[in-house]
Every structure is written in structure tokens, then in C-alpha cells.
């Protein structure tokens, strides 16, 4: 083969600078299959086994096995790409109603089939605004709550433009219009609001917000997720243009540390969606079909037409929340997210009946999770609670944050009771 290609070794094949190469052995022993599973059985016994009350952005929710039965079935599986025209009819109905149960929650008639996380979709969502905006601007305003690994992304997005990324105060954890209001200005293209937001506020002015950049000709876009979408104010009616946020509360364990983009807007812009569409349309015979339509990436059309070069989406993981949702059904989602906002509520008030804490810190409603102050070292706290098997989320010297879902609903009164014992 080396003379085949006409070269001496297989170094010649690879352009690897010298200082980059590996010139050493690994220096890894040989070792029989049972010895493997003994070492890393052993290794993975020495973990923590915590559980987590964590979240700001990354939720469990229990999904049932038959999520993994049915997505983990042949047809699903392949080592082809689920992306190309070629993919099979059932995976491309799978993604299709993935993106009507988009539709539905959002309320805006075009979503696509998934890009790789919350954070790409709103970076997306930001140079579509730029495209998509009827008068010059060139400012996205990110209220004051936005994750700071959002913002990194929607930084790197906007680096190649001329969008530049401005922060908003927010008051009580929410957009304030008054301070919106003498943010925006001629030169704004878009305005970004959370609904709920990373501490769970559940947010109030949002049809103020979306009033507010109409004004302005700017893009409303507004993030949330799946299971929020079910009970919280559809977007459509508070005049959000484009809805991102994670899909992947539904279908997917929140370990894998994976994403599913959801991306959603109105009809006007589906010539500059990013990422794929999938559409129903009839064969010959006039049986319904499915087809891969309107892919303005730089694969399918030329470079300078192409509207994003978001090379992948999730179609696998889409396939899993597709199912999930179905499996739940509209009023099991409902549920769901009806549970998400009580639980909260309820830990919450007991854990604000301890002497010492003070649960929610917002005087609002909450979703999934909340603030909350304690008195006197929230570091000591939660450090405390790691040592009991609860994992919180200490953000600064007073202050933790707990989420609650039916994952770890069990352990709540645990929860409670540590709490007391340490501040006690």
C-alpha cells in the first residue's frame, strides 16, 4: 500500500508538526478481559453516589424503558448518517414529529429537527436575526441571568459578524421593561429572555418584552424547554420570533451531558433556518411520505448563499424525546410540568420553615428550581450536604440553589432534615 501512494513509511502519510508528536510508548500493560472488568468495576465503585439536586440548565426527569427498547431498535440504529436524504421514511416520520411537537408547544409553525444544544440554537438564533431584520442594527441585548456558558457561545457565533453582545439588568431575577425599554434602541437586532430562567423564575413581562422589540424592529427570542413549553405562556402569544432551548428534558438521562438543540420561529423565515427540515408530501401513488427539505447549509448550496454551516443536528437524541413525548402524551407532559412547578414551590416552603433560610429568594413563582439564602456560609452548607450524599449548588457566600424533579423527589425530606442539622 506505502507503494501503492508512493511513500517509504506510514509517518509520510500525516502532516503532524514534530513538537505535536507522540514519540513514546504508552506504557500500558497487557491484560486479559476478566482483569479489565475487574480494574474498572473496582474504579467505578469508588464513586461518589450523590444524590443530585442540581440543575441551571441540565434537568433529570425518569424516562421510561421503552424509550430505550424502541430507540435503540435496529432501524434506528445505523452507522449511516440520520441526516442525509437517504435516511430511511420511518426515522425521517420519527424527526418530523419531533418537529410538530415543537410547533405545538412554541405555537410558531417551523421548527427543525434539532441542532446540537441550547447554547448553538441561540447563537443560530442571533445570526438569523441579522439576516432576517428589516432595518440596520447590529446589537444583541442577553439579559444579565444568561449562563455564562451561553454567552461564550453566542460570543464565538456573533466573533465572524458585525453583532456585538450587550447585557441587560434584570430586576428580582426577571427582564425589567423600563430597563429594557432604555436599553434598546435603532441599532438592536435582537432581545433574548428566558422563560424560566437559569433560577428557575418563572418570568412576568414577557409580553412587554416581545411589545418592546417589535417596537424596535428587533427579533424577540425567547429560550425554554420541552417540558416548561407544556405549561408556561406559548410563546407565540407574548410575540416571540425565534424559541431555542434544550429538547433533551425529555428522552434523554441529564449524565450523558449531551444536548438537543430545539429551534423554532415564525413562517417567514424558514428560508433561513439553520440546520435541516423535515417535510410530508405525497409519493407517486399519493402516499404520504417524508423528505429532508429547504437545507440552506453550505453542503446543499453555495457557500455565500448558505445560512449556516452547522454541519450535524441530533437526530438519535430527537428520536428519544419524540418518543418520550408521545409515550407521556399531551396531558402527561402537562403533568409533568405541573409537577415541576409544585414540587418547587412545596420544597421550597419547607425548607423556608428552618431557621436560618430563607426559600425561594425570589418572591415569584419558580420551575423546577429555585434560590435560596442561608445563614451564615452557603459554602459550608453545601459541602455538608456533599458529605450526607446531596449535591446543591452553592453560588456564592449566601446563597444555594436546589432543584427538584421525580428524580430526586425522594430524597426531600433527607434534604430537609440536613439542612436542619447543619444550620441547627
Given amino acids: 500500500m506505502l507503494d501503492a501512494v508512493g511513500v517509504d513509511d506510514p509517518e509520510s502519510l500525516f502532516d503532524i508538526p514534530a513538537p505535536l508528536r507522540f514519540g513514546d510508548t504508552f506504557g500500558i500493560e497487557s491484560r486479559s478481559e476478566q482483569e479489565v472488568v475487574r480494574e474498572v468495576t473496582g474504579a467505578l465503585s469508588r464513586n461518589d453516589s450523590l444524590t443530585e439536586f442540581l440543575g441551571r440548565g441540565h434537568y433529570e426527569h425518569y424516562v421510561p424503558s421503552l424509550v430505550d427498547h424502541l430507540a435503540d431498535r435496529s432501524e434506528f440504529l445505523t452507522s449511516y448518517t440520520q441526516y442525509q436524504p437517504e435516511v430511511t421514511q420511518g426515522f425521517l416520520q420519527a424527526l418530523f414529529e419531533y418537529q410538530s411537537l415543537l410547533v405545538e408547544l412554541t405555537g410558531l409553525p417551523v421548527a427543525n429537527c434539532s441542532m446540537y444544544d441550547a447554547a448553538t440554537a441561540l447563537g443560530e438564533a442571533a445570526t438569523l436575526a441579522a439576516r432576517v431584520r428589516a432595518v440596520e442594527g447590529s446589537t444583541v441585548l442577553v439579559p444579565s441571568y444568561l449562563r ?209 433560610v430563607e426559600a425561594p429568594v425570589r418572591d415569584c413563582h419558580h420551575f423546577r428550581e429555585f434560590k435560596m439564602r442561608v445563614d451564615p456560609d452557603a459554602q459550608r452548607v453545601a459541602a455538608t450536604l456533599r458529605g450526607r450524599g446531596l449535591a446543591v449548588h452553592p453560588l456564592d457566600a449566601d446563597e444555594l440553589q436546589v432543584c427538584v424533579t421525580e428524580a430526586n423527589e425522594h430524597r426531600t425530606d433527607d434534604l430537609v432534615s440536613a439542612v436542619e442539622g447543619v444550620l441547627g
Fill in 148 to 356: 455564562r456558558e451561553f454567552r461564550e457561545v453566542l460570543e464565538n457565533y456573533t466573533a465572524g459578524t458585525d453583532l456585538t453582545v450587550e447585557t441587560v439588568g434584570t430586576v428580582d431575577g426577571m427582564v425589567d421593561p423600563e430597563t429594557l425599554a432604555a436599553a434598546l434602541s435603532e441599532d438592536t437586532a435582537m432581545v433574548y429572555a428566558e422563560n424560566p430562567t437559569v433560577e428557575g423564575v418563572v418570568e412576568e413581562h414577557l409580553s412587554e418584552v416581545g411589545t418592546l422589540a417589535d417596537e424596535y424592529g428587533a427579533l424577540f427570542c425567547l429560550g425554554s424547554d420541552t417540558v416548561a413549553l407544556s405549561l408556561l405562556q406559548e410563546p407565540a402569544a407574548v410575540g416571540a420570533d425565534v424559541v431555542v432551548g434544550d429538547a433533551s428534558v425529555l428522552g434523554l438521562p441529564a449524565a450523558h451531558g449531551m444536548g438537543l438543540g430545539l429551534f423554532a420561529c415564525r413562517e417567514e423565515f424558514l428560508r433561513q433556518v439553520p440546520g435541516r427540515l423535515v417535510g410530508a408530501t405525497k409519493d407517486e401513488d399519493g402516499r404520504r411520505a417524508y423528505t429532508l427539505t429547504l437545507q440552506t447549509r453550505e453542503q446543499h448550496i453555495r457557500r455565500e448563499r448558505a445560512t449556516s454551516n452547522i454541519c450535524t443536528n441530533q437526530a438519535w437524541v430527537a428520536l428519544r424525546a419524540a418518543i418520550h413525548a408521545a409515550s407521556l402524551g399531551p396531558g402527561g407532559v402537562l403533568s409533568l410540568a405541573e409537577q415541576c412547578h409544585r414540587r418547587a414551590e412545596t420544597l421550597a416552603e419547607r425548607l423556608d420553615a428552618i431557621d436560618g
